[in-house]
């Protein structure tokens, strides 16, 4: 029997999207696969989840010990990130492994960046991109924050409301031999895990688990999207703590504008490109973006790229209630005209709390620690299944194979600004390579303000 060309490898959450994922999967992916799949020679297994953190064992398993040629992550946000920590923990592009997302979650914003160019983007659609096999590199980011006592609270709900679900039996493409079951990974309600169970446990997972980190340790989260710090990391608790019954948009917006009355702008320290020099800012929400949605639609980095080789870092300085006209404007991308937002690029970001706040993270979606933290790009590290008109800047990576079976082909990345750089000073089109003899940062009035050391 001939060896198959592709063998996709489905990570399934079946109750993401209160259990649309399933049903998504069931109804119209799974027949999809059984019609396209065997003329062609393609050969599939899906795996599914039944805890938190299974996604990233699963994808690393897919990988190392399946031999699949594409990673697919089929359910939202917060499960698209578990499998991209899973592929870059395990260095799948230089296997030649890519990586694609179904979307069938209650937020869906990696979704509205990836086929922002598709008239429907639904599951099936989703699902005939990734069976066309067009790659490019993406990249991703690296967040290493302070671990904090809420992320025991979240990693000790069950998935998605904290339904107790049931390991589901795994549904294998005809052409594929049955392999171990899904990760039974436990986590009391004390928040121990237990090995026996689980195997091999993530040194995040343990740090987030026993909620009793000493000092120095640090939690280590790839990302794909967004991540940001203040309110952000904030909202981010309280929807993924309460029901998300209303779906994502409702949910993130309801707590946006919750939180707002209730928050105070906290003042932190930022550090950009491993400079020496720093800024004091008082700050409402501080957003690094590879994508340009987070919060359920919300439309915070307008003019981010998934190929630039830099984080688009968005600043909303000292908003308040006076200033709500934002919260409304940013749904529509037009907040970063308001003179209390900044747009900026940096390939590395590093903050501080000036006083002792717990400033929390999220991290697509889901909650990711606290300050002190800092951000690193990745140029280029992921080899991503995307449609044909994928928006890739002039200034992107080098494009890659029109089959995503190929092995992973070189990039040239994206330069970006070694030093201060302006806000709001730059062209959306443009490079963010810095000019010899640059000038110092700008604010929203043209004037200088170059941070001093």
Not at 25 to 43: D, N
Not at 158 to 175: H, M, R, V
Request: hydrophobic share 35%; with cysteine.
């Amino acid at each position: 029997m001939a060896t198959p060309s592709r063998r996709l490898g489905f990570v399934l959450n079946p109750v993401s999207g209160a259990g649309k994922g399933l049903e998504q999967w069931r109804k119209h992916l799974k027949p999809l696969l059984e019609e396209e799949c065997g003329a062609e020679g393609t050969a599939w297994l899906v795996r599914e989840t039944a805890a938190r953190g299974d996604a990233t064992h699963l994808t690393r398993k897919l990988v190392e010990e399946e031999g699949v040629t594409v990673v697919i992550s089929v359910g939202g946000d917060g499960t698209h990130n578990e499998v991209v920590n899973g592929y870059l923990s395990c260095s799948a592009k230089s296997k030649g492994v890519a990586l694609g997302i179904i979307s069938v979650g209650t937020g869906g914003d990696l979704r509205r960046t990836v086929y922002a160019s598709l008239h429907e983007s639904g599951a099936v659609e989703q699902l005939r991109v990734i069976l066309e096999g067009r790659v490019v590199l993406v990249d991703a980011g690296l967040c290493t924050s302070t671990p904090h006592k809420h992320a025991v609270l979240d990693i000790c709900n069950e998935q998605d409301e904290g339904e107790e679900k049931e390991s589901k039996k795994e549904d294998d493409g005809a052409s594929t031999s049955a392999s171990a079951p899904a990760s039974t990974r436990t986590i009391n309600a004390e928040g121990t895990v237990s090995e026996e169970d689980c195997g091999e446990v993530d040194e995040e997972v343990k740090v987030l688990a026993e909620g009793d980190a000493g000092e120095g340790e640090r939690l280590r989260r790839y990302f794909l999207n967004i991540s940001s710090l203040g309110i952000g990391g904030t909202i981010c608790h309280k929807v993924n703590t309460s029901s998300k019954a209303m779906g994502g948009f409702v949910s993130f917006f309801y707590q946006t504008c919750l939180q707002t009355l209730l928050w105070r702008n906290k003042p932190i320290r930022v550090w950009l490109d491993h400079s020496d020099e720093s800024f004091e800012v008082k700050v409402y929400n501080l957003v690094m973006a590879i994508g340009k949605y987070h919060g359920g639609g919300v439309f915070v980095a307008p003019e981010a790229t998934m190929c630039s080789g830099a984080f688009e870092v968005i600043r909303f300085r000292d908003i308040g209630v006076v200033d709500f006209s934002v919260l409304a404007r940013v749904y529509f991308g037009s907040h970063t005209k308001h003179a209390k937002v900044d747009g900026l690029r940096a390939r590395h970001v590093r903050a501080e709390a000036v006083q002792d706040e717990n400033l929390l993270i999220e991290i697509d979606g889901e909650e990711g620690g606290m300050l002190p933290a800092e951000w690193e790009i990745l140029p280029a590290a992921v080899l991503m299944v995307v449609p044909e008109h994928f928006n890739q800047a002039a200034d992107g990576h080098a494009a890659s194979s029109s089959s995503a079976s190929s092995s992973a082909p070189s990039a040239t990345s994206a330069a970006a600004s070694s030093g201060p750089f302006s806000s709001r000073g730059y062209s959306p089109q443009d490079s963010p390579d810095t000019p010899e003899g640059e000038p110092g940062r700008t604010d929203s009035n043209g004037n200088d303000s170059t941070p001093s050391k």
